[in-house]
C-alpha cells in the first residue's frame, strides 16, 4: 500500500513545536517578573523591619540613659525598676494566655452544650417499641439562652467584670446541669476564692461527670477535707496521689492525719509533699510538724531551711524562735524574733500581731498544728494564710498537662 504525504505537512510539526516554545517562554518570562516584585516587596520588607529594629534600639538606649541619670540622682532604684518591669511583662504574657484559654474553654462549654442536647434529642429504645421521646427533652430557647449566657460571662470577665462574669455563668449552669467544663470552670474560681461551699457543689457535679480526672479529685478532695469530710477526702486524694502526687494532694492528706493524732502517717505525707515540691513552705510544714513532736533538732533544721529559701518568711522565723526558746538559746531566739519583726510580711493572726508589737515575747505554741477548743483548724481557712495560698495554687497548676479533659 502506497501513502502519499503532501509536501506541506512536512513544516505542521515543526509549527506546532515552535508555538510550544514561545508558550513556554513567555510563562518563563511571567514568572521571572512575578519572583522580581515578590523580591523587592521582601527587600521593601526586610527594610522596614531594619528600621523599626534600629527605632527600637535607639528608644531601648534613650530610656537606658534616663534610668542611669534618674539612679545615679537616687530618684529610683534601678534593681526595684528591673524587678517591676520582669513582673510586668510576666503578668502581660499570663493575662494573654489566660484569654486564649478562656476563648479555649468557651468553645468547650458550647461543644459540651451542644453534645448534650443531641444525645437528649436521639430516640430512647424500649422493651415495647422504639420513641422518640428523651426522658429529659431540652428545649431549644433554653439553649440559646445557655449561649447567650456564656458568651456574655466571658465577654464581662475578660473586660475585667469577674464578679457579673461568675453570675453570668452560674445562671448558665443552672440551666444544663451536666456540663462538665462549665461546673470545673466554676468550682475552680470559687476553690480560688476560698469559697469551699460553693467550689464543692459545683467540683462534685464534675466529678460525677468526670470521674477518672485527677485534677477535679483532687480539687474536691480538698473541699471535702476542709468541710471535715474525712473519709470521702481521704478517698478523693489517695485516688489523685497514687495517679501522680502533688504537694497539694499530700499535704492534705497530711493534714488529715494531724487531725486524727496519726503523727506518722502525718510525717510520712508531708515528707513526700517536700519531695515533690521543694519549697520553703514544705520545709515550714516539716518544721512545725517536728516542733510538735519534740523533735526540735530536726525542727531547726527545716526551719533554717525554709528562712533561707526565702528570707522574708515571718511565720518560719517566729516558730524558729520559739524552738531556740525551748532549746535554752536564748541569743538565737532573740535574733529570730528581730529578724522576724524586721520583715514587712503583714502578720496574719492574733499570735503575730501581739509578737511583732512586743518582739522579746515568744508564743508557746506552734502556730500551724495548735489545737483549739474547736478542735484542728480548718485545711485552707486556717491562721497561715500563706501556706493556704500555696496550697490552693499548687492544686489549681497541678496535673494540667497531660489529663483528661472536659469535653
Not at 497514687?242 to 499530700?250: D, K, M, N, P, V
Amino acid at each position: 500500500m502506497i501513502i502519499v504525504e503532501p509536501s506541506s505537512s512536512r513544516f505542521e510539526v515543526g509549527s506546532a513545536g515552535l508555538s510550544t516554545d514561545e508558550h513556554l517562554l513567555e510563562r518563563i518570562s511571567a514568572a521571572e517578573n512575578r519572583v522580581a516584585r515578590l523580591a523587592e516587596r521582601l527587600e521593601r520588607s526586610l527594610d522596614l523591619l531594619l528600621r523599626y529594629a534600629q527605632n527600637a534600639y535607639l528608644d531601648r538606649s534613650l530610656v537606658r540613659s534616663l534610668v542611669n541619670l534618674l539612679s545615679e540622682d537616687g530618684v529610683i532604684q534601678t534593681e526595684r525598676l528591673e524587678k517591676l518591669w520582669s513582673e510586668r511583662c510576666q503578668r502581660d504574657a499570663s493575662d494573654q494566655e489566660e484569654n486564649i484559654h478562656r476563648d479555649e474553654l468557651r468553645l468547650q462549654i458550647l461543644a459540651r452544650a451542644d453534645a448534650l442536647t443531641q444525645s437528649a434529642k436521639k430516640p430512647v429504645e424500649t422493651d415495647d417499641k422504639q420513641t422518640d421521646t428523651p426522658d429529659k427533652p431540652i428545649d431549644a430557647p433554653d439553649d440559646k439562652i445557655f449561649e447567650e449566657l456564656v458568651n456574655e460571662g466571658f465577654l464581662l470577665i475578660e473586660d475585667k467584670q469577674l464578679a457579673q462574669g461568675i453570675i453570668k455563668l452560674q445562671r448558665a449552669a443552672e440551666i444544663v446541669h451536666e456540663n462538665a467544663a462549665l461546673n470545673l470552670f466554676l468550682g475552680e474560681h470559687f476553690f480560688r476564692r476560698g469559697k469551699s461551699k460553693l467550689a464543692r457543689t459545683y467540683l462534685a457535679k464534675a466529678h460525677a461527670a468526670l470521674p477518672n480526672d485527677v485534677r477535679v479529685s483532687l480539687l474536691l478532695g480538698l473541699t471535702c477535707a476542709d468541710d471535715g469530710e474525712v473519709e470521702l477526702a481521704k478517698d478523693l486524694l489517695n485516688n489523685a496521689n497514687t495517679r501522680g502526687g502533688s504537694f497539694a494532694g499530700h499535704y492534705g492528706l497530711g493534714w488529715l492525719f494531724v487531725a486524727e493524732k496519726n503523727w506518722r502517717r502525718a510525717l510520712g505525707e508531708f515528707k513526700r509533699a517536700l519531695t515533690v515540691r521543694p519549697s520553703p513552705e514544705a520545709h515550714y510544714v516539716l518544721g512545725c510538724l517536728y516542733y510538735e513532736l519534740n523533735r526540735d533538732a530536726l525542727a531547726v533544721r527545716h526551719l533554717r531551711k525554709a528562712t533561707k529559701m526565702d528570707a522574708s518568711y515571718t511565720e518560719a522565723f517566729y516558730v524558729l524562735a520559739q524552738v531556740y526558746e525551748r532549746m535554752g538559746r536564748a541569743e538565737l531566739a532573740d535574733q529570730a524574733l528581730k529578724k522576724a519583726s524586721g520583715r514587712t510580711a503583714v502578720a496574719t493572726s492574733e499570735q503575730e500581731l501581739l509578737s511583732a508589737t512586743v518582739p522579746t515575747r515568744i508564743c508557746k505554741s506552734a502556730p500551724l498544728f495548735h489545737v483549739r477548743k474547736s478542735g484542728t483548724p480548718r485545711l485552707m481557712a486556717s491562721i497561715d494564710k500563706r501556706l493556704a495560698n500555696a496550697l490552693r495554687e499548687d492544686a489549681l497548676q497541678a496535673f494540667k498537662i497531660g489529663t483528661q479533659q472536659p469535653h
